[in-house]
């Protein structure tokens, strides 16, 4: 029987308590900070040589699919009626929506250094440090809505403007293709400025400051942000009548991409699971 | 709050020369004209010059003139190119730091640059990169040296060779 994601929106007081208590639980045990870790090491981007599993490849989707299972998997063993919720930010835009109340994710960060003051992820709290960071706070910071020059979050119509696209993702397969679902909800764009970050890219910059780096999953949003993310996949592949997983075989000896990023059947890393297998965890999880 | 960087010693150094050209008692205005152009012309060349006098590097060297050094918001942030990294696909690497602690640049596709404090977008230049990067520091928030680094050579998923077995 597949358990259910929930809008966080719709947690009541008692969900709300246990999902923050799982997530303090699995912070204790050394677990969450692996997590970390390892979506650091998997930053490789498409300038650089080397196999893209997570960013900037088509299996963006895919692994981190699989890397909030492994962390839901990681709440479950801790209290096995916790799910992830996600935050469906075209909605709760602002930095007093949802999920930043005090007994769900904390508030924004302080003007003075962005410290997160409050909630249960404050440092004063004394139970969320930061051991994986990219800088020497231990605390963990938030910016929401970029006070130095503001930005919004992305808006329905960005969103369904990636939903739209009716091909998974295209060659070459990287952050500079300007066709394909994937990348549209990714969000690298062309150009500078704000058309050059979109939908997945955008809400890391609004949230801002631990969001913003290659250690991002040090803010427990990042799931909540994945979670709508990985639901933005599951509704387009109802949308769409050839929603298969692309490219279907990997490039070839002469093609650029050979070996740097995972066609359909093959092997995705750290796990071993092939997108295919990814597509449809219906069995496992839904949205509600 | 920037200094030392870009044209502005450059402009300051022509605008002297051009106003000591200014013509004197007697000069005719083509005279004046002909002392601009020349001096301009020779503005132009001189750098040329200077490059062809220099001995050819040596091919083991590769490190390049292409740097940065400046205080950017109360931070020092110098960078170095460090010319035909094996790893970059799309050209040269960067060696940043920012008050001296290292500041590891990437590369996207398209030429552009990130770092790892800001992740999900890319700037066209490393100092741009750079200052990215301290704009979203705090106060007294220092870079943390992750070496040997997420982007280090060792990590098995990374080489460039790995393969991927169906």
Redesign the interface.
Same mark, same amino acid.
Request: no cysteine; net charge positive.
């Given at each position: 029987m597949p358990y259910t994601r929930k809008n966080v929106n719709r947690l009541t007081g008692t969900e709300r308590r246990r999902f923050v208590g799982a997530l303090l639980e699995v912070k204790r045990r050394g677990e969450y900070d692996e997590f970390v870790r390892m979506h650091? *090491?998997?930053? +490789?981007? #498409? /300038? *650089? !040589? /080397?196999?893209r &599993?997570a960013h900037?490849t088509p299996s963006f989707l895919p692994w981190h699919r699989k890397f909030l299972l492994e962390l839901e998997r990681a709440l479950r063993r801790v209290d096995a009626s916790v799910t992830v919720p996600y935050w469906d930010w075209t909605r709760d835009r602002t930095a007093t929506s949802v999920p930043w109340l005090d007994d769900l994710l904390g508030g924004n960060g302080r003007r003075? #250094?962005?410290?997160v003051m409050t909630g249960p992820f404050a440092y004063r709290a004394g139970h969320w440090k930061i051991t994986e @960071? $990219? +800088? #020497? $706070?231990r605390y963990l +910071?938030r910016d929401l809505g970029h006070a130095?020059s503001p930005i919004e979050l992305p808006t329905g119509a960005e969103l369904n403007q990636a939903l739209a696209d009716p091909v998974y993702d295209t060659a =070459?397969w990287?952050? +500079?293709v300007t066709y394909g679902f994937r990348n549209k909800l990714e969000?690298?764009g &062309?150009g500078?400025g704000s058309v %050059?970050?979109r939908n !997945?890219?955008?809400v !890391?910059?609004w949230v @801002?400051g631990s969001m913003? @780096?290659? &250690? %991002?999953a040090n803010d427990p949003v990042f799931w909540l942000h994945h979670a709508f993310v990985d639901l933005q996949w599951t509704r387009w592949r109802q949308q769409h009548r050839d929603p298969r997983y692309l490219p279907a075989e =990997?490039p070839g000896v002469h093609d650029a991409q050979h070996?740097r990023i $995972?066609?359909r059947? *093959?092997?995705l890393? =750290?796990w071993g699971v092939t997108p295919d297998e990814l597509e449809d965890l219906s069995g496992i999880y839904r949205y509600e | 709050m920037v200094q030392g960087v870009g044209g502005v010693p450059m402009g300051g150094q022509r605008g002297t020369l051009l106003a000591g050209a200014a013509p004197p008692r007697g000069r005719t205005r083509r005279e004046a004209t002909r002392r601009l152009l020349f001096s301009a012309v020779a503005l132009t060349l001189a750098p040329v010059a200077a490059a062809c006098g220099q001995p050819p590097r040596a091919t083991d060297d590769d490190r390049q003139a292409t740097a940065f050094d400046e205080t950017y918001r109360g931070r020092h942030i110098r960078g170095v190119e460090v010319a035909a990294a094996r790893r970059a696909a799309a050209g040269g690497r960067w060696e940043v730091t920012i008050d001296g602690r290292p500041l590891h640049l990437m590369r996207r596709a398209d030429g552009s640059w990130l770092s790892m404090i800001d992740h999900y977008r890319s700037y066209p230049t490393p100092l741009a990169a750079a200052r990215g990067a301290v704009d979203e520091l705090s106060p007294g928030e220092q870079l943390r040296d992750l070496a040997p680094g997420p982007m280090g050579e060792g990590p098995m998923h990374m080489g460039g060779g790995h393969a991927v077995h169906a």
């Open positions: 650091i *090491e998997y930053n +490789t981007p #498409d /300038g *650089e !040589h /080397g196999l &599993a900037m003075s #250094d962005r410290q @960071g $990219v +800088t #020497d $706070v +910071t130095r =070459p990287n952050s +500079t969000g690298w &062309a500078r %050059s970050w !997945h890219n955008r !890391h910059r @801002g913003l @780096g290659g &250690a %991002s =990997p070996r $995972v066609a059947h *093959e092997r890393p =750290p | -």
